[in-house]
């Protein structure tokens, strides 16, 4: 099983552009989110989604979208990207019941100029 | 509002020192409870989990953590440190049932050799 996988590794655009980061699991879990990480604030959790067809907000929703057509993949769209999303977003997965431990995916690190 | 709080940001040891990181929270009712951490340019990786039972919670690579109920705390500790567990660590919570992770501030350990 590869896990959690996301592409890409690293990106870096400029103010206004507009861009999707991939995100993947092998593991057939239902629930599916979207965090992102900053310095000295942990993972704030900015969309999830408890199966296909199904995502709701998190904590930072503002900016993105997302949505979950499949199981396995959960894509995350910035519209129109800002400085202020420079970050690294980070996926992750879990079964809906059960143990709910969350699997993550290596990130993505993007910075906005 | 709600939250976790982790005490420390920055905690720098010599390598067989002991470790202990604070972890509280400020949720009501029934919570699970995570310390993840994170290598240098790595993902999060699960070291232990509580859902119940012992409040003793031992984990991977000699890690484990104790729930205080009453306390609102869930600390990591770890009687002797590495040089390889440099790393930051995050504590983070679910609550009722739930898979939605509020994560701590992280705490950076820098453990010289």
């Given at each position: 099983n590869a896990g959690v996988t996301q592409t890409p590794k690293f990106q870096v655009l400029k103010t206004g552009q507009s861009m999707t980061l991939q995100c993947a699991q092998d593991?057939?879990?239902e629930y599916m989110s979207w965090y992102r990480q900053d310095p000295g604030m942990g993972l704030r959790l900015i969309h999830y989604s408890v199966g296909a067809g199904i995502t709701d907000q998190g904590e930072v929703p503002n900016g993105y979208n997302v949505s979950r057509s499949t199981t396995e993949d959960f894509p995350l769209r910035l519209l129109s990207a800002a400085p202020s999303q420079t970050s690294v977003y980070f996926c992750a997965s879990s079964r809906q019941?059960?143990?709910?431990?969350q699997y993550f995916g290596p990130g993505t690190r993007l910075t906005v100029t | 509002a709600q939250s976790v709080s982790q005490h420390n940001h920055h905690v720098i040891l010599s390598e067989a020192a002991s470790l202990e990181l604070g972890c509280n929270y400020s949720y009501g009712g029934t919570v699970n409870l995570f310390w993840y951490v994170q290598y240098p340019g790595q993902h999060l990786q699960l070291l232990l989990k509580y859902f119940?039972?012992?409040?003793l919670v031992k984990g991977i690579k000699g890690f484990e953590a104790e729930f205080i109920k009453s306390k609102f705390s869930f600390n990591l500790r770890k009687p002797s440190v590495q040089w390889s567990d440099t790393a930051e660590y995050f504590c983070a919570v679910t609550h009722n049932a739930g898979n939605m992770l509020t994560f701590g501030g992280g705490t950076r350990l820098m453990v010289k050799p």
């Amino acid at each position: 099983n590869a896990g959690v996988t996301q592409t890409p590794k690293f990106q870096v655009l400029k103010t206004g552009q507009s861009m999707t980061l991939q995100c993947a699991q092998d593991m057939n879990h239902e629930y599916m989110s979207w965090y992102r990480q900053d310095p000295g604030m942990g993972l704030r959790l900015i969309h999830y989604s408890v199966g296909a067809g199904i995502t709701d907000q998190g904590e930072v929703p503002n900016g993105y979208n997302v949505s979950r057509s499949t199981t396995e993949d959960f894509p995350l769209r910035l519209l129109s990207a800002a400085p202020s999303q420079t970050s690294v977003y980070f996926c992750a997965s879990s079964r809906q019941t059960g143990s709910y431990e969350q699997y993550f995916g290596p990130g993505t690190r993007l910075t906005v100029t | 509002a709600q939250s976790v709080s982790q005490h420390n940001h920055h905690v720098i040891l010599s390598e067989a020192a002991s470790l202990e990181l604070g972890c509280n929270y400020s949720y009501g009712g029934t919570v699970n409870l995570f310390w993840y951490v994170q290598y240098p340019g790595q993902h999060l990786q699960l070291l232990l989990k509580y859902f119940s039972g012992d409040p003793l919670v031992k984990g991977i690579k000699g890690f484990e953590a104790e729930f205080i109920k009453s306390k609102f705390s869930f600390n990591l500790r770890k009687p002797s440190v590495q040089w390889s567990d440099t790393a930051e660590y995050f504590c983070a919570v679910t609550h009722n049932a739930g898979n939605m992770l509020t994560f701590g501030g992280g705490t950076r350990l820098m453990v010289k050799p």
